[in-house]
């Protein structure tokens, strides 16, 4: 049966899904995020790099998951293995660079080699560790289980967990806005972005799951600035939001065309050469489902996003329940012409950045937020999440799975039902004795 608390809280309490409430505690509380460490991260598709990353044998891409940290690295066969980046002598970490490419990862303190594939291949000294030691018996630990979807390479601590597929589901489609805009498909340019934001990931993931609402206030002088027709104003566009009982949430607007000239406007100036009718009929022509979506914004559960506004996606990487290490990068068709890479390029780093316009904004509440929360009365005070609570989704023809118009918090309530669901299930610990004494 489920657990019924949570770190010795009524689970009711800390969500409640028919009434619509959130206690303040599940972004503070240290022992809810160390249950969340285990049952989230270590059952959950969290997302790697970007196949492009790691083209060629021997190419690795250091990150996390959650706070564990991995590489990913291109094997012989094509195929992407994830280390833990921690050697089995005493720790430290077997690669301790960003990105490049290896025949082999070293540790600095001892001098343990391991190959791409993590097996433990040199051990200086090896004599003095006697006779019945076997390098066999202490390879790198490998995630167990990677795949991918369309170029985004998604690992999973659980060996049992459901397919990436599976746990798409119907929101892949929604992917699909991003990723498959162009028969060849994306690639990442200008490098990772990486900031810290004093907040809890929930905090990031929630509002690019759901939130559409928050930009007619948060983001008014940004409008002021690039598009003051529309500052302080919900758009007169239609648009809709994605219920997903996975976690997942994306919303959007159906505007054809309007997407590639916002571009423009976000950069501050149209590039010599960039022609975004050309863009749009491309798009359309490859994909007319997507051509449509506009100011797309998307979460994977848990902690990948993407605004498709600007092809902005990032990573939420947790660094305990009051901080984030953002992770960023700008997505692009790999048929794009250079002036339409550098147009998207301009785009993102003068919106969703360290310095961008847009990101100063939303790093500004969640800033707040979380410092409202070292009150102790804060912390007890339950919050609303009921905005569209009364009304009937109800499935569209023209898109998949259920769906209601954009401006809800529905999919936010679909967020943490999936993580409350979670949360509440014990993870099954196999206890054999090799596993107590090696860990893997």
Same mark, same amino acid.
């Not at 190959?115 to 051990?123: P, S, T």
């Not at 007319?288 to 506004?309: I, K, L, R």
């Given at each position: 049966?489920?657990?019924?608390?949570?770190?010795?809280?009524?689970?009711?309490?800390?969500?409640?899904?028919?009434?619509?409430?959130?206690?303040?505690?599940?972004?503070?509380?240290?022992?809810?995020?160390?249950?969340?460490?285990?049952?989230?991260?270590?059952?959950?598709?969290?997302?790697?790099?970007?196949?492009?990353?790691?083209?060629?044998?021997?190419?690795?891409?250091?990150?996390?998951?959650?706070?564990?940290?991995?590489?990913?690295?291109?094997?012989?066969?094509?195929?992407?293995?994830?280390?833990?980046?921690?050697?089995?002598?005493?720790?430290?970490?077997?690669?301790? @660079?960003?990105?490049?490419?290896?025949?082999?990862?070293?540790?600095?303190?001892?001098?343990?080699?391991?190959?791409?594939?993590?097996? %433990?291949?040199?051990?200086?000294?090896?004599?003095?560790?006697?006779?019945?030691?076997?390098?066999?018996?202490?390879?790198?630990? =490998?995630?167990?289980?990677?795949?991918?979807?369309?170029?985004?390479?998604?690992?999973?601590?659980?060996?049992?967990?459901?397919?990436?597929?599976?746990? %798409?589901?119907?929101?892949? %489609?929604?992917?699909?806005?991003?990723?498959?805009?162009?028969?060849?498909?994306?690639?990442?340019?200008?490098?990772?972005?990486?900031?810290?934001?004093?907040?809890?990931?929930?905090?990031?993931?929630?509002?690019?799951?759901?939130?559409?609402?928050?930009?007619?206030?948060?983001?008014?002088?940004?409008?002021? @600035?690039?598009?003051?027709?529309? @500052?302080?104003?919900?758009?007169?566009?239609?648009?809709?939001?994605?219920?997903?009982?996975?976690?997942?949430?994306?919303?959007?607007?159906?505007?054809?065309?309007?997407?590639?000239?916002?571009?423009?406007?976000?950069?501050?100036?149209?590039?010599?050469?960039?022609?975004?009718?050309?863009?749009?009929?491309?798009?359309?022509?490859?994909?007319?489902?997507?051509?449509?979506?506009?100011?797309?914004?998307?979460?994977?559960?848990?902690?990948?996003?993407?605004?498709?506004?600007?092809?902005?996606?990032?990573?939420?990487?947790?660094?305990?329940?009051?901080?984030?290490?953002?992770?960023?990068?700008?997505?692009?068709?790999?048929?794009?012409?250079?002036?339409?890479?550098?147009?998207?390029?301009?785009?993102?780093?003068?919106?969703?950045?360290?310095?961008?316009?847009?990101?100063?904004?939303?790093?500004?509440?969640?800033?707040?937020?979380? *410092?409202?929360? =070292?009150?102790?009365?804060? *912390?007890?005070?339950?919050?609303?999440?009921?905005?569209?609570?009364?009304?009937?989704?109800?499935?569209?023809?023209?898109?998949?799975?259920?769906?209601?118009?954009?401006?809800?918090?529905?999919?936010?309530?679909? %967020?943490?039902?999936?993580?409350?669901?979670?949360?509440?299930?014990?993870?099954?610990?196999?206890?054999?004795?090799?596993?107590?004494?090696?860990?893997?």
């Amino acid at each position: 049966m489920p657990d019924t608390t949570i770190q010795g809280y009524p689970a009711s309490a800390l969500f409640d899904e028919e009434a619509g409430t959130i206690s303040p505690l599940v972004y503070s509380d240290q022992g809810i995020y160390e249950q969340e460490l285990d049952r989230i991260f270590g059952r959950s598709w969290l997302f790697i790099a970007h196949e492009k990353h790691i083209p060629k044998t021997g190419d690795f891409f250091s990150t996390y998951m959650a706070e564990d940290p991995v590489v990913a690295v291109r094997q012989k066969d094509g195929s992407v293995a994830v280390l833990l980046n921690q050697c089995r002598h005493r720790g430290m970490k077997i690669c301790r @660079a960003d990105q490049g490419n290896a025949k082999a990862f070293t540790c600095s303190y001892h001098g343990w080699a391991y190959g791409i594939d993590g097996a %433990l291949v040199n051990v200086p000294s090896q004599e003095h560790y006697g006779p019945c030691f076997n390098k066999e018996e202490w390879p790198a630990r =490998r995630v167990p289980r990677v795949e991918s979807y369309k170029g985004l390479i998604f690992a999973n601590w659980d060996e049992h967990a459901q397919s990436l597929k599976e746990s %798409l589901g119907e929101a892949a %489609l929604y992917l699909d806005a991003l990723l498959d805009r162009s028969p060849t498909g994306t690639e990442p340019i200008g490098g990772i972005y990486k900031w810290v934001i004093p907040c809890n990931w929930k905090l990031a993931a929630e509002q690019f799951a759901s939130d559409m609402h928050h930009g007619i206030m948060s983001h008014v002088s940004v409008q002021v @600035a690039t598009t003051p027709e529309y @500052a302080g104003k919900e758009l007169p566009l239609p648009g809709r939001q994605l219920l997903s009982d996975q976690g997942h949430g994306t919303g959007f607007f159906l505007a054809p065309g309007l997407h590639e000239d916002w571009i423009v406007s976000q950069a501050g100036q149209r590039e010599p050469g960039y022609d975004s009718m050309a863009l749009a009929q491309r798009h359309a022509a490859h994909n007319a489902g997507v051509s449509a979506v506009t100011a797309q914004h998307m979460t994977v559960f848990p902690t990948f996003s993407f605004f498709g506004g600007v092809n902005s996606c990032r990573v939420w990487h947790p660094r305990g329940p009051g901080e984030i290490e953002v992770w960023a990068f700008c997505l692009v068709d790999s048929d794009a012409s250079p002036a339409e890479k550098e147009q998207l390029r301009q785009a993102t780093l003068r919106t969703f950045s360290p310095a961008g316009t847009w990101e100063q904004d939303d790093g500004e509440n969640w800033v707040e937020i979380q *410092r409202v929360l =070292r009150g102790h009365q804060a *912390r007890r005070t339950a919050m609303s999440v009921q905005m569209g609570k009364d009304t009937n989704p109800a499935a569209d023809p023209a898109f998949p799975g259920t769906v209601e118009g954009c401006y809800s918090e529905e999919a936010a309530r679909r %967020l943490y039902s999936h993580w409350l669901k979670l949360m509440c299930m014990p993870t099954q610990h196999d206890t054999c004795a090799k596993e107590a004494v090696h860990g893997c």
